[in-house]
């Protein structure tokens, strides 16, 4: 009795879902097809210094991003969070974030 009631229960769900592709949600454009261009990159721009290099990242012209590399010293980034021109540093693009991890065999 449960395989038949299985079968259906899939039939019918397969049926839904080949049904939906034509109603699409409101707002919802196909993605374009093929690899992304040139055009489609950020803007980056490289400015060497004496003090190191700066390197700029732009989207639609406005500047969000620098990398800034120091010749002596790390690399951090200060980035414009809000939009407003005001950039924070950060001395990595890591969020600090860890999912737990365990050793489960070695040898």
């Given at each position: 009795m449960r395989y038949p009631a299985l079968l259906l229960t899939l039939l019918l769900s397969g049926l839904a879902v080949a049904a939906s592709p034509s109603e699409r949600p409101p707002?919802?454009?196909?993605v374009p097809d093929g690899a992304p261009g040139p055009d489609d990159?950020?803007?980056v721009t490289i400015k060497p210094s004496g003090q190191g290099r700066v390197v700029e990242y732009r989207s639609h012209g406005k500047l969000y991003m620098l990398k800034v590399i120091p010749k002596v010293g790390r690399p951090y980034y200060?980035?414009?969070e809000k939009g407003?021109?005001?950039f924070a540093?950060?001395?990595?693009?890591?969020?600090g974030m860890r999912p737990p991890m365990w050793v489960i065999?070695?040898?």
């Open positions: 707002g919802l454009t196909p990159a950020p803007p200060l980035i414009d407003d021109g005001q540093r950060q001395d990595s693009l890591d969020s065999k070695a040898w």
